[in-house]
């Protein structure tokens, strides 16, 4: 018997005859029987201690996960805010863009002759895609004999690109006129015209990206994309006077030296290429 239980007995057995519990001397038999009782509650007292510190460590346990989890579930929230909020700039960016671009082709339409069946307040839409829409059905120059219209996005994310590079967007929307190659990316004219060409290019989280509007292997205009926290999108919108058999395109224009080297645009529907016969001048 270790010296801390003797003692535990020794103290209840003192106890007991000080109170008066017992009348006579404690034999080693009674002696043994406390220190037996005893050692059977410090026993289960010992596996209900246990018992609690193993409940403690799980509950810490499931705590940590769960705040892991929190944190996750936050960052992942605060992910899908930036992006939308960067998207709200771009449109709002887009929308100022359009808007100049039909201003512009009002005066064109105007001083070469055109006519313009109905000018429509485009003040209250909400993105460019549908400013470019409306562009195309109010401007209607009086030759026109055909349509031609195409809209194209980035399904998968492209990777380790070269400079001048062609981007091919792999995913058609529209392709009225078949004019748009989703498997060389070139958009070929078919009739001779004015058109309307936009682009938009969005960059991975922390990257910059550098693109360009080329006719027929001739930079027009380039694209920005770029953020050191997180991800950008970038837009560029441009009219041309294509001859039948005109080549557009979008290219790579970033040097090699650009995110180590890993040149790269985000895909799933976030970067898109468009275009549309404005006045056929055949």
Known sequence: MGPIKRFICFAVIFENIHLGL??????????SGYCLKLENRVSALGNVMKNLQDEKIMTEKKMDYIRQEIITSKSQYEGKFNILE????????QLSNAKDIVTKLEN???LNGFKIDEIEDISGLGVAEDTAEKVKRVLLPSTSTSSV?????????????????KIRFDYVITNVGSGYNPVTGVFKATVPG???????????????????????????VNTYSGDSTTWNQGSQSVVLQLTAGDNV???????????DGNI?????????FSGFLIANTQ
């Open 108 to 110: 064109y339409m105007q």
């Open 249 to 259: 395109y979008i290219q790579i224009q970033n040097n090699k030296g650009v995110n």
């Open 149 to 165: 219209a195409f809209s194209a996005s980035l399904i998968n994310h492209q990777e380790n690109l070269s400079v001048y590079q």
């Open 86 to 93: 960067m998207e709200l700039k771009t449109t709002k960016e």
């Open 22 to 31: 017992t009348e006579r001397s404690v034999s080693q038999n009674d002696e």
């Open 264 to 272: 790269r645009i985000f895909g799933q529907s976030w970067s898109s």
């Open 194 to 220: 004015l058109y309307f060409f936009t682009v938009v290019i969005m960059s991975h989280a922390t990257e910059d990206i550098e693109t360009q509007i080329v006719k027929n292997g001739i930079q027009i």
